[in-house]
Nanobody
Framework: QVQLVESGGGLVQAGGSLRLSCAVS????????MGWYRQAPGKQRELVAT???????NYVDSVKGRFTISRDNAKNTVYLQMNSLKPEDTAVYYC?????????WGQGTQVTVSS
């Protein structure tokens, strides 16, 4: 089992920054890929960024150059640094951990970007 707890969401003006954190506990050794997803009202959940166990990263086109995913293995934490935020980034952001057999989700953290 893997447990994920997100933090760091909030309200920010357009152009501002936020850093989300995802604290990971449990069977950490079994995790293959960590990721951040988001879900805006009335929309499907979408992938934002992923990072592998060797820190290879991938981003959805809409956040490239603005968001950075990283991990601190000593703290068992994955981060999402979000810069130059836009109103369209408003969503609930979820941390995800993927093993060979299943995926795990955090409870989500709300990010609201005002124009």
């Amino acid at each position: 089992q893997v447990q994920l707890v997100e933090s760091g969401g909030g309200l920010v003006q357009a152009g501002g920054s936020l850093r989300l954190s995802c604290a990971v506990s449990g069977s950490i050794f079994s995790i293959d890929v960590m990721g951040w997803y988001r879900q805006a009202p009335g929309k499907q959940r979408e992938l934002v960024a992923t990072i592998t166990s060797v820190s290879s990263t991938n981003y959805v086109d809409s956040v490239k150059g603005r968001f950075t995913i990283s991990r601190d293995n000593a703290k068992n934490t994955v981060y999402l640094q979000m810069n130059s935020l836009k109103p369209e980034d408003t969503a609930v952001y979820y941390c995800n951990a993927r093993t060979l057999s299943k995926g795990y989700w955090g409870q989500g953290t709300q990010v609201t970007v005002s124009s």
